[in-house]
């Protein structure tokens, strides 16, 4: 029996000499069940569980059929050909990335449309012509409110992650969208699961849509291996997550809340574990960097709330830690989902204090998932096991105050209410996508956080910085200010290890 590939699926030879190029040759199941019906113009409702390889299999037909066998015309103004709603500006990132080269192949132009920056480049963009648009619902709307773009020459429409648009609260204005879409084009909707409302979505929108479910809705991923660590106080807790947090690989820490997400990961840095945040107290800048250097290996630890679940797509990722259990089941699935990418296999831990135990038992009941609790401390073999290899420290800069404006320079007051109405006009885009940066600090003339004559603490945004600093030793040197401390060529370089590039997730 002859091994499934991309060409025999029916994908054209120039994206599967893109895929190759990436290192990317094995189709994965999801893309094995729908690429055949989806390159025929078939409109297709995909299920399958978070890191199943959906993002290929809505990419490679859209990009082959507009470029290819749909005859789109000119390029005109504000009028897209392709449509791919997301509902995060991480997710709608991740899927640009995949998407861009794969269009490029064909000389079909892509962008993305999300809130919380200013929106003139979306307008530039959208002015000068684009063939595929990847876009967050909320700035979307904005957009065609404001007349800037119209969806009437769409001839592929992607809803990806539709439960996580309806967990959001975003169906009503994805269904106005949709509403301003052709209703003879073709529609592919990709999910976990099909409540909330998602089904009706599916009865209204797609037409004679075939169905292929990859996973039941509850399903994880078979390479994962779940553990639950009890332990015995808030002391013991903090030592555990620190020790856990230790390793040399990559490791994703989730909170509950913006405000102890930001906390976890300047407490970590000040311990040697270089980490930064990711939130949505952050402004887009501050995210984009503090996620580049997670990506990147210039940090080892990202600690996130549940904005990371979906949309954060970073190979090599060899453990995720729930250091405060998730508030429902599906939370649990998809911030899990973070590891064991890509055919990889990786592990989950659940921290929990024995106040937590009743509600933890019943969100792996609820998650299909089988695991017995073990009581542990920091220096379990247990935990060791999952540690591994302990990375090196990483000593902390020395924190420095910076004159903040409004105090007197010069024998001149610039006044503390000139500073407070200073923002950042690229702050005020938000239009009611995922993850508002309502909360993202000011910031001075170069785009670095402003610092506060209140607080010795870093702004949020200031976890990581592309600017060189001086080496533990004095000497200057090329690495990455992060969170306050620097990360050197040389102490990075180990942490720069990757496999070689797969884009199915």
Do not use: W
């Not at 590939?5 to 729908?34: C, E, K, M, R």
């Amino acid at each position: 029996m002859s091994e499934t590939s991309f060409g025999t699926l029916g994908v054209p030879a120039p994206l599967v000499a893109v895929l190759s190029a990436q290192g990317i040759d094995s189709p994965f199941p999801i893309q094995v069940d729908t690429l055949p019906d989806t390159l025929n113009g078939r409109d297709v409702l995909g299920r399958g569980k978070t890191g199943s390889g959906k993002t290929l299999a809505f990419s490679l037909p859209m990009v082959a059929r507009l470029g290819g066998t749909l005859s789109g015309g000119k390029r005109r103004p504000g009028r897209p050909l392709g449509l791919v709603l997301a509902p995060t500006r991480e997710l709608a990132t991740q899927i640009s990335a995949t998407l861009t080269p794969l269009a490029e192949a064909y000389g079909l132009n892509t962008t993305t449309i999300f809130g919380g920056v200013s929106q003139n480049r979306q307008v530039t963009a959208l002015k000068a012509g684009v063939d595929i648009v990847v876009a967050c619902p909320g700035r979307l709307e904005d957009l065609m409110k404001q007349g800037f773009v119209s969806l009437d020459a769409v001839e592929i429409t992607v809803l990806d992650e539709a439960d996580h648009m309806a967990d959001l609260g975003f169906l009503p204005v994805v269904t106005r969208i949709l509403d301003k879409t052709p209703s003879t084009g073709q529609r592919l909707l990709f999910s976990a699961t099909l409540d909330n409302g998602v089904d009706k979505i599916v009865r209204r929108f797609l037409h004679n849509e075939v169905l292929h479910s990859v996973d039941e809705a509850t399903s994880h991923v078979s390479a994962m291996t779940h553990h639950v660590f009890e332990v015995d106080g808030v002391d013991a807790k903090k030592d555990l997550v620190q020790a856990l947090a230790s390793g040399a690989g990559r490791r994703i820490l989730f909170m509950r809340t913006k405000h102890h997400a930001k906390k976890l990961a300047k407490q970590l840095t000040d311990s040697g574990i270089p980490a930064v945040d990711l939130h949505g107290n952050l402004s887009q800048v501050a995210r984009d960097r503090n996620l580049a250097a997670f990506s990147a290996g210039d940090v080892r630890v990202l600690v996130a709330t549940d904005v990371a679940a979906r949309g954060v797509h970073v190979d090599d990722i060899e453990l995720v830690i729930h250091v405060d259990p998730p508030a429902e089941h599906k939370a649990y699935l998809h911030r899990s989902g973070r590891t064991a990418r890509a055919g990889s296999a990786g592990d989950v831990v659940t921290v929990m204090l024995p106040m937590q135990r009743k509600d933890t038992e019943a969100l792996l009941r609820k998650a299909a998932i089988s695991v017995t609790p073990q009581r542990v401390t920091a220096s379990s073999a247990a935990v060791g096991e999952l540690v591994g290899e302990v990375a090196a420290y990483v000593k902390p800069l020395p924190r420095q105050e910076q004159p903040v404006r409004g105090q007197s320079q010069g024998g001149r007051s610039q006044g503390a209410n000139a500073q407070r109405k200073r923002t950042n006009r690229d702050e005020r885009g938000g239009s009611g996508d995922a993850v508002a940066s309502s909360g993202a600090p000011r910031r001075d003339r170069s785009g670095r956080p402003a610092a506060s004559a209140r607080s010795h603490a870093p702004k949020q945004g200031a976890s990581a910085g592309g600017q060189s600093g001086r080496s533990q030793g004095g000497a200057r040197s090329g690495g990455l200010q992060v969170g306050g401390l620097v990360r050197g060529a040389s102490s990075s370089a180990g942490a720069r290890r990757s496999a070689p590039r797969r884009a199915q997730g």
